[in-house]
């Protein structure tokens, strides 16, 4: 056995998890992650050291509440409370790029996706990849709508030539080195789903089925779901700034035909009848496209001027961390907690 490979099996794991508002799930997905942990090392698939990471994006309701007092009550939590809510991405970036560990998890809270599938990632780890993507094997939960528009997306954004993996979220496992080289790229408008496929290290697909919430409603409404899937367009593609240098040049020689085809009827026919349709429908052709590019153009100026502004993406309010995870750092404004009981 490698060096390297020795490592991979004496692997620490540290699962992120961003929450927004989940004080009705928290406590199972607190209760089920332990449960986990202790399972995988009795297995020998994870190391001492191993613990569970929730980043508070910002809750209004007692979410952090929860996540303190499992901090002091169970040997495996660990908390990360930002100053304000920045979005899903930005939350589990945060969670990313300070939980300690020599293999990264990160899951939604909500027990949506099959967590004792973390023990298939580890193996792959184990197996030397450094990138395991959790895929859904079907969408029979989601609405018709859902179905089609989410499946419809990600063959769109491949089409757009953004490497993304079909039907994955952002449930995946990261080593260590994954992990730094994310660390790298340092854009604003974060697609996290784009984000790590660029990375290029060794990377495979672990298939689950995905349940009911276990409590509580979606964080990602229809308003959050088409933000996010205009970042990954904008954020990876400049083929829709392409496509309107070709649509200019295609209404331009459509407009060069009709111009001529309406001179044509008017100088050697006596067809021509007068109207409003030779001018107001073009005019209002033109305008609507017009309008379309400008707005296009107007979503790569504002991505634009948001990355040149190089303001934080998250800011941490406050770290606590369980004293028998052992850490080797401790992030500015930490609180190490005594564990009461295991």
Not at 46 to 71: C, N, Q
Request: charged content about 25%; hydrophobic content about 40%; glycine content about 8%.
């Amino acid at each position: 056995m490698t060096q390297e490979e020795k490592a991979r099996k004496n692997a620490a794991l540290a699962i992120v998890i961003p929450c927004y508002n989940e004080e009705e799930v928290l406590p199972e997905t607190i209760k089920q992650m332990s449960r986990l942990l202790d399972d995988m090392r009795e297995s020998g698939l994870i190391d001492d050291g191993s613990g569970v990471w929730f980043v508070d994006d910002g809750s209004s309701d007692k979410t952090w509440d929860l996540i303190t007092e499992a901090t002091i009550n169970n040997k495996y939590i660990n908390g990360i409370k930002l100053s304000r809510n920045k979005g899903h991405q930005n939350a589990l970036l945060a969670g990313l790029e300070t939980a300690e560990g020599d293999v990264l998890i990160s899951v939604d809270a909500d027990l949506q996706d099959d967590i004792t599938v973390m023990k298939q990632m580890m193996t792959q780890y184990h197996a030397g990849y450094d990138v395991v993507y959790g895929v859904r094997k079907a969408r029979e939960l989601d609405t018709r709508f859902k179905r089609i528009t989410a499946e419809g997306y990600y063959r769109v954004i491949q089409k757009l030539g953004v490497d993304v993996v079909f039907n994955h979220a952002d449930f995946r496992l990261m080593s260590r080195r994954a992990i730094e080289a994310l660390k790298q790229h340092e854009e604003v408008n974060l697609f996290l789903r784009g984000m790590v496929p660029a990375i290029g290290f060794p990377s495979t697909n672990v298939e689950y089925d995905r349940a009911e919430r276990f409590a509580g409603e979606s964080k990602y409404p229809l308003k959050k779901m088409l933000a996010l899937a205009a970042d990954g367009v904008t954020s990876f593609s400049a083929l829709p700034l392409r496509f309107i240098a070709l649509l200019g040049l295609f209404i331009f020689l459509f407009s060069f035909g009709f111009s001529t085809w309406v001179l044509w009827v008017r100088l050697f026919t006596d067809n021509a009848i007068p109207g409003w349709a030779s001018s107001v429908l073009p005019m209002y052709f033109l305008g609507g496209i017009q309008l379309l590019s400008i707005g296009v153009l107007g979503e790569y100026v504002a991505k634009t001027y948001m990355e040149t502004k190089k303001r934080p993406r998250y800011i941490i309010d406050k770290t606590i961390l369980n004293k028998e995870s052992g850490f080797k750092t401790m992030p500015a404004g930490s609180i190490e907690i005594d564990k009461v009981s295991s």
